[in-house]
């Protein structure tokens, strides 16, 4: 699908930098794909000839490991996927997948980065939100490893709700075992918490994966605790 990046209102914040004939030149060299949930956006050992763009849906980003995958981050768009693969190695070294209906934008490498060469602007914006990804992952993963499954299972829950739905009322975008691999946890124990915290009225979770956050200030308390 040729897109229409005038009049975006899924732009980036360093695509809003961009001037009137780059915009021209990045719907040039732009192609708006959709994706359904489960497909693969772009895969782990593939050459990475594009920047990947999502601009609506979410989506999970995931890397081989020893024993099996490992869910490394989920994305909300509006986000950009892959920008240090891309530009560090072209071969991917992680997968990305839609976990939602989702939609993204395929920007020519070259162009993108002319705007960096070009426009210092954009290219500000571009490392910022670099760092930014940078420094949640590295507060996410100490968290991770110093926290006990109770403490990060909250802390998962508390930031589907204040940053992916920004909502106490969403259905859960990972399934059990997915939840448990994003934990480094085992399925059963996973299994095991959430009955526990649907037990002491903290929240209350539906067959059809429909999760109310009940308690927020438990939540907050278990987080923060570990």
Do not use: W
Not at 63 to 83: C, D, F, Q, S, T
Request: hydrophobic share 40%; net charge positive; proline share 4%.
């Amino acid at each position: 699908m040729k897109p229409d990046c005038k009049f975006c209102k899924m732009k980036s914040p360093a695509a809003e930098l961009l001037k009137p004939d780059e915009i021209d030149t990045l719907e040039q060299n732009c192609a708006q794909v959709k994706f359904s949930k489960g497909e693969t956006i772009f895969r782990e050992g593939t050459f990475a000839t594009n920047i990947v763009y999502l601009r609506a849906g979410l989506v999970k980003i995931h890397m081989k490991g020893p024993i099996g995958e490992k869910i490394l981050r989920l994305n909300k768009a509006p986000a950009y996927l892959g920008l240090p693969t891309t530009f560090g190695d072209r071969v991917n070294h992680y997968s990305a997948t839609a976990i939602t209906e989702s939609e993204v934008c395929f920007i020519s490498l070259d162009a993108f980065k002319n705007f960096i060469y070009s426009n210092g602007n954009f290219a500000y914006e571009i490392i910022m939100d670099l760092c930014r990804s940078e420094l949640a992952d590295f507060q996410r993963f100490t968290n991770l490893s110093q926290k006990q499954l109770p403490g990060r299972i909250a802390e998962l829950l508390l930031c589907f709700s204040n940053h992916l739905f920004k909502s106490n009322a969403f259905e859960l975008p990972l399934s059990i075992t997915e939840l448990a691999n994003f934990v480094s946890a085992s399925r059963e124990s996973v299994s095991r918490q959430f009955s526990e915290l649907s037990r002491l009225g903290i929240i209350e979770l539906t067959h059809d994966k429909k999760l109310t956050i009940l308690r927020k200030d438990m939540l907050d308390k278990i987080s923060t605790n570990g």
